[in-house]
T-cell receptor, first 108, second 115 residues
């Protein structure tokens, strides 16, 4: 059964303090790994798609990487506006299987 | 671009009542997905359509749940009768198609509370 596990559940950082979020996955065949950002009271907002081990993608202070068993979302010099829940998902036939998310709080 | 539109944004109802949630996908998108989000179970896929045809409804929790897509620009998720354990945020998402690289874009969600 396809499964996605994210860690940590919650992360508190000071502004400028870089860190990484982890997403471990178990799938019969990877058809894509997705990162979304979700703000309170809103729907998930797409960030990245990764397909093969070694692939990396960047957007502003965020960088996503992929290995055969996990993905990392690196946050460099975060700002308070980066505070949100970050969701990782793998594609099953058709839909997405999500992890429970990592709630990030960045304090000024 | 209007994005995925959902209505209502909030719904409060009493146990036993019928609830209908509505979704308008992004124009030109051929695939539509319904998800449910709770604290305990996170985001779960309920059902998805391609070209207005239901493809997989294995995530629908019970026969009390039903979904339709009468045309390319409208879908409904109905719960009848509703129960308190149905309280959750229901999201609709759409994508251009079902190919692996196609991104799903989510609506703002409907927050449902069943008393």
């Amino acid at each position: 059964e396809d499964q996605v596990t994210q860690s940590p559940e919650a992360l508190r950082l000071q502004e400028g303090e870089s860190s990484s979020l982890n997403c471990s996955y178990t799938v019969s065949g990877l058809r894509g790994l997705f990162w979304y950002r979700q703000d309170p009271g809103k729907g998930p907002e797409f960030l990245f798609t990764l397909y093969s081990a070694g692939e990396e993608k960047e957007k502003e202070r965020l960088k996503a990487t992929l290995t055969k068993k996990e993905s990392f979302l690196h946050i460099t010099a975060p700002k308070p506006e980066d505070s949100a829940t970050y969701l990782c998902a793998v594609r099953s036939p058709g839909g997405l299987i999500f992890g429970q998310g990592t709630t990030l709080q960045v304090k000024p | 671009d209007a994005g995925v539109i959902q209505s209502p944004r909030h719904e409060v109802t009493e146990m036993g009542q019928e609830v209908t949630l509505r979704c308008k996908p992004i124009s030109g998108h051929n695939s539509l997905f319904w998800y449910r989000q709770t604290m305990m179970r996170g985001l779960e896929l309920l059902i998805y359509f391609n070209n207005n045809v239901p493809i997989d409804d294995s995530g629908m929790p019970e026969d009390r749940f039903s979904a339709k897509m009468p045309n390319a620009s409208f879908s409904t998720l109905k719960i009848q009768p509703s129960e308190p354990r149905d309280s959750a945020v229901y999201f609709c998402a759409s994508s251009p198609g079902l190919r692996e690289q196609e991104t799903q874009y989510f609506g703002p969600g409907t927050r449902l509370l069943v008393l």
